[in-house]
């Protein structure tokens, strides 16, 4: 047996450390941890504030997913203080939210999820004709597009149509280029891999070439998908946003309007191009790839997927009242609220779970634990709701080793800076994996009855890629090819969703209706004295929520789990893994000391463990820090 420690994971957003044991003699992993280990401490921060300015500070939580924490907070603050946004407002939300899914998805893959997947040293044996010839098989076989419903039409059809170049002379010019990186020894962020790993032996080198030069486009077109973020929030990352609504006044006749003709336009223009490289990119690349993968057998990694998902449902159609009080789901157009147990066994015996508005703010059904996190809680308590939530950080440091180099963590005793949440006592695994399987679940079983054009469309990209690849989904899907195919998936609708609430919103707009923010709650001598809210948003990573306890105009206490601590969470008190350790725990590794496949299936999460950051008052002096680098003296 031998123990292997990859610490940091590179290629994510956080520092994470991971711990395997491995019986080298059939490379079955027999047990794993995962560490996060840099603090957040943002829920000190929001202490006392005002609700109203909270979503510029949470959101500060990360600079990946930028705009999700932000969303969050308002629809928390909104929910507690019974505040409905005009339906601009709601549209407008939407389509920010849904162009930074597709942006995070395709980021994640092309960047920092497919060298593990491909090689730029095997695209230099590649033979360009035939990397132009499988170009073109690619595109032909495994474009989905037609997937989509009329719903999601563009009412402009002029922007130029965005396609991966097929041509030998394209093909070359991209070898050479590798070439001179390679040949100088600055690889950049090709450096520090297992370029010799027989994993990369998988894909022919014609694949690896094709993706290399995908690697290099996407660099150069991801920053266009979120011109929206820039129309309607004035930046990326974090834009604005204000309680009651947007920023963001409207006006056709006036050309020095925040909104008008014009910044529709370039929202539109943006909404075209991301479609495309969604359909025409992303999705095709993820299912020839994945298709070769599934066909060797290397289908590891599913872990908790199999066992226990939960998503939260997103993207209300309309505007509601509020979360806690269910009207949300009501109106959301995909309904993946719920949690679903052992879809492994196929989509009829899976086992649906109820998950709706009231059931948020029940210590019943979501709690966090600390008893293997830095943190502390008050004597006797074990788990606590969020609403109820303390943030009372306490290292105690690793099990071996010295202040320079930890050695190994100790496995029953605390070993991250991550809580262990539970719904209904148990982990689960979050992200657009668990909310595929959800919806999946939903409505072949019948529970969803009228499935919007949303849940019908995730259906057939289901059932469409399970004829691709051969297998049925509850095979393909609870595995780490799944896991990354489903993110790629997400993506699809989601541009699709954009065009959906963008059309709506013109529409909005022809029809006279100009309002974008409601101010008649916004002042605080309008506000109950004490007010409980929780906001939810279908992260990119999976299910983010924010609670808050709102009491004589101030944040009397702030809490967050966002998805990355629900997977890459410690075990719990009941030592059962969180879903990165039992992911690690389903894959068998070639090479104990240089595990590839622990690096595919933690990446197959994106995960996005919160920076560490300092943090200072307006003269200049420290609030709080704690020390967790071993470096630091």
């Known amino acids: 047996m031998k123990r292997v420690v990859v610490d940091p994971i590179s290629r994510i957003e956080g520092h994470l450390r991971v711990e395997i044991k491995v019986d080298e003699a059939s490379g079955k992993v027999?047990?794993?941890?995962?560490?996060?280990?840099?603090?957040?401490?943002?829920?000190?921060?929001?202490?006392?504030?005002?609700?109203?300015?909270?979503?510029?500070?949470?959101?500060?939580?990360?600079?990946?997913?930028?705009?999700?924490?932000?969303?969050?907070?308002?629809?928390?603050?909104?929910?507690?203080?019974?505040?409905?946004?005009?339906?601009n407002a709601n549209y407008i939300r939407n389509i920010m939210h849904s162009c930074l899914d597709v942006h995070d998805h395709i980021v994640h893959f092309y960047h920092l999820h497919a060298l593990d997947w491909v090689s730029p040293v095997a695209a230099l044996s590649a033979d360009p004709a035939k990397t132009a010839q499988l170009q073109n098989d690619v595109l032909a076989t495994y474009n989905v597009s037609g997937l989509a419903p009329a719903e999601t039409a563009s009412k402009d059809s002029a922007y130029p149509k965005e396609f991966p170049k097929a041509t030998t002379a394209y093909f070359t010019a991209v070898q050479q280029k590798v070439k001179k990186i390679v040949e100088s020894g600055q690889l950049g962020i090709f450096s520090a891999q297992w370029w010799d790993h027989p994993d990369y032996n998988l894909l022919p080198p014609e694949v690896h070439l094709m993706a290399v030069s995908h690697y290099l486009n996407i660099l150069d077109r991801q920053r266009d998908i979120v011109i929206p973020h820039v129309v309607f929030g004035g930046k990326n990352p974090h834009p604005h946003y204000v309680v009651g609504g947007m920023p963001?006044?409207?006006?056709?006749?006036?050309?020095?309007?925040?909104?008008?003709?014009?910044?529709?336009?370039?929202?539109?223009?943006?909404?075209?191009?991301?479609?495309?490289?969604v359909d025409n990119f992303y999705v095709p690349d993820l299912l020839a790839i994945g298709k070769i993968y599934v066909e060797k057998g290397m289908i590891d990694g599913g872990g908790l997927?199999?066992?226990?998902?939960?998503?939260?449902?997103?993207?209300?159609?309309?505007?509601?009242?509020?979360?806690?009080?269910?009207?949300?789901?009501?109106?959301?157009?995909?309904?993946?609220?719920?949690?679903?147990?052992?879809?492994?066994?196929?989509?009829?015996?899976?086992?649906?779970?109820?998950?709706?508005?009231?059931?948020?703010?029940d210590p019943q059904y979501l709690s966090e634990e600390v008893d293997h996190s830095w943190f502390t809680y008050p004597d006797g308590t074990k788990t606590l709701h969020p609403i109820e939530g303390v943030t009372d950080p306490k290292f105690t440091g690793p099990k071996s080793g010295t202040k320079e180099k930890w050695e190994f963590l100790d496995e029953d005793k605390k070993y991250s800076w991550i809580k262990s949440p539970t719904f209904k006592g148990k982990t689960a695994e979050?992200?657009?994996?668990?909310?595929?399987?959800?919806?999946?679940?939903?409505?072949?079983?019948?529970?969803?009855?009228?499935?919007?054009?949303?849940?019908?469309?995730?259906?057939?990209?289901?059932?469409?890629?399970?004829?691709?690849?051969?297998?049925?989904?509850?095979?393909?899907?609870?595995?780490?090819?799944?896991?990354?195919?489903?993110?790629?998936?997400?993506?699809?609708?989601?541009?699709?969703?954009?065009?959906?609430?963008?059309?709506?919103?013109?529409?909005?707009?022809?029809?006279?209706?100009?309002?974008?923010?409601?101010?008649?709650?916004?002042?605080?001598?309008?506000?109950?004295?004490?007010?409980?809210?929780?906001?939810?948003?279908?992260?990119?990573?999976?299910?983010l929520g924010h609670w808050i306890h709102i009491k004589d105009g101030r944040s009397a206490n702030y809490q967050c789990i966002v998805p990355s601590t629900w997977n890459a969470c410690p075990k719990t008190a009941a030592n059962e893994h969180g879903a990165y350790e039992d992911s690690m725990i389903d894959t068998h590794v070639k090479i104990a000391d240089k595990p590839l496949e622990i690096l595919k299936v933690i990446h197959s999460f994106d995960p996005c463990l919160a920076c560490a950051t300092h943090l200072y008052n307006k003269k200049g002096e420290k609030i709080v820090s704690v020390n967790t680098d071993a470096l630091c003296k």
């Open 430 to 543: 979050v992200g657009p994996l668990a909310k595929y399987i959800v919806v999946y679940t939903k409505v072949k079983q019948g529970i969803i009855k009228d499935p919007t054009w949303a849940e019908s469309m995730i259906v057939r990209q289901i059932d469409t890629v399970s004829q691709v690849l051969g297998v049925p989904a509850h095979v393909w899907m609870t595995t780490m090819v799944g896991r990354t195919a489903c993110r790629g998936l997400d993506a699809q609708v989601a541009a699709n969703i954009s065009q959906y609430f963008f059309n709506k919103l013109v529409s909005n707009i022809k029809n006279g209706d100009t309002a974008v923010a409601d101010m008649t709650k916004f002042e605080p001598n309008t506000w109950d004295k004490d007010a409980k809210g929780v906001g939810l948003v279908d992260a990119p990573r999976g299910g």
């Open 248 to 277: 963001c006044s409207i006006s056709m006749n006036d050309m020095n309007a925040p909104i008008n003709t014009q910044c529709l336009a370039a929202v539109e223009q943006s909404i075209a191009l991301t479609k495309d490289l």
């Open 305 to 361: 997927a199999k066992k226990r998902v939960m998503s939260y449902g997103d993207y209300p159609d309309d505007t509601y009242t509020g979360i806690s009080d269910g009207d949300y789901h009501k109106k959301c157009i995909v309904r993946s609220n719920g949690v679903v147990e052992n879809f492994a066994l196929g989509v009829d015996k899976a086992t649906f779970i109820p998950l709706e508005g009231k059931d948020f703010m």
């Open 30 to 87: 027999e047990d794993a941890l995962s560490s996060g280990t840099a603090w957040r401490g943002i829920e000190l921060v929001a202490k006392d504030r005002d609700p109203r300015d909270l979503w510029a500070f949470v959101q500060r939580i990360c600079g990946v997913c930028t705009t999700t924490h932000a969303l969050a907070a308002l629809r928390a603050v909104e929910d507690a203080l019974g505040i409905s946004i005009p339906k």
